[in-house]
């Protein structure tokens, strides 16, 4: 379910073998727990129309047992895909069938996570040592729906980190279950002794181990990710791959999307202004208020939008201090964007 503004703009987007039509995977956000809520997306896709936004990984145990709506989502999202947690081919798919009737443009299945949680559910980075286990549940999950399967991965787990590894790993994905579409992190990942954060830092980053991949698999659409920062970073990446996923960049400096859609799409849009994208978020905050949301669980995606710019730390500070007040408003964020010196005009 791609929105026109996507479908037009996107140069990347395409069609998979089997006629199903993707979203680009040229820009993405990654998927981040705690981070990447319908509420940070929503203002994510203010900033870009193209991007391709993830959710936070969910499991297949809280989407199918646990109370709540967990695949609650904004049709302005689009395109948004859905990241699954999981390692039991019938419950991925039974997840699966429930995204596509919400709408979701795609399902991404977490192969990269290396937290203690997440290995004892088996999923996540261990199962990059079950080749034949993620083709299973990929192929599950492709059987019964008709968007994209794709598979975020790192480039190896503990000592299971040579280049062969890898290889094998994702030929094998590929070919038993028709996988045509990798997102790979350009760490390996330890599954003991190093904490997820840790497991973000310390591991060595090696592109050039990324890009021979995508060498060896001309065939197959594959995004790097790990340690870009900036979309001078992401246009030589994108020299080598057909995309890129930033992370915590993203999230800590939000305004870096402003310019995607025009420096990688293509996109002849004027470039919103920092204040503009904090004034579009108003209707949508006014919404979710109206629905019980408290301001705090929205604005805390926003602290970042003025990021090194004059006023920053007092547009932080203010709502920081006054956003989880009971019945804060955009009264809020409006006395916050008067910290920011008018003259500036950003």
């Not at 590929?174 to 002794?193: P, Q, V």
């Not at 209707?283 to 109206?290: D, F, G, V």
């Amino acid at each position: 379910m791609l929105n026109e503004a996507t479908d037009i703009q996107n140069p990347q987007s395409g069609v998979t073998s089997e006629g199903v039509s993707y979203p680009s995977a040229r820009f993405s956000v990654a998927p981040m727990l705690d981070w990447t809520d319908r509420h940070c997306r929503y203002f994510h896709r203010i900033l870009s129309k193209n991007a391709l936004l993830y959710t936070e990984m969910i499991t297949t145990g809280a989407i199918i047992h646990g109370k709540g709506d967990f695949l609650l989502f904004n049709e302005k999202e689009h395109p948004v895909s859905l990241q699954l947690g999981g390692s039991n081919p019938v419950d991925l798919a039974t997840c699966a069938k429930l995204a596509v009737e919400r709408g979701y443009d795609e399902i991404n299945l977490n192969v990269g996570c290396p937290s203690d949680r997440v290995q004892n559910g088996r999923f996540g980075a261990c199962l990059m040592g079950e080749a034949e286990l993620v083709a299973q549940c990929v192929s599950a999950m492709k059987a019964v729906v008709d968007i994209p399967v794709t598979v975020k991965t790192r480039i190896g787990i503990d000592d299971q980190d040579s280049y062969e590894f890898l290889v094998d790993f994702v030929r094998t994905v590929n070919e038993k279950s028709g996988c045509d579409n990798f997102t790979i992190h350009a760490r390996k990942a330890w599954l003991s002794g190093l904490s997820p954060k840790e497991n973000r830092e310390i591991p060595p980053l090696d592109y050039p181990r990324v890009y021979q991949l995508k060498k060896d698999f001309p065939h197959l659409t594959m995004a790097i990710n790990g340690g870009i920062k900036s979309l001078e970073e992401a246009e030589e990446h994108l020299q080598f791959m057909d995309g890129v996923m930033i992370g915590r960049e993203a999230y800590q400096s939000p305004y870096m999307m402003a310019e995607v859609d025009q420096r990688l799409f293509g996109s002849n849009a004027p470039i919103i202004k920092r204040s503009d994208a904090v004034k579009a978020m108003f209707p949508y905050i006014e919404e979710q208020l109206s629905k019980g949301a408290h301001l705090n669980h929205i604005s805390r995606h926003m602290l970042g939008i003025f990021q090194n710019m004059p006023g920053a730390r007092q547009w932080r500070r203010y709502i920081s201090e006054n956003a989880h007040k009971p019945g804060s408003g955009i009264e809020v964020l409006e006395a916050a964007l008067a910290k920011i010196p008018a003259e500036l005009n950003v």
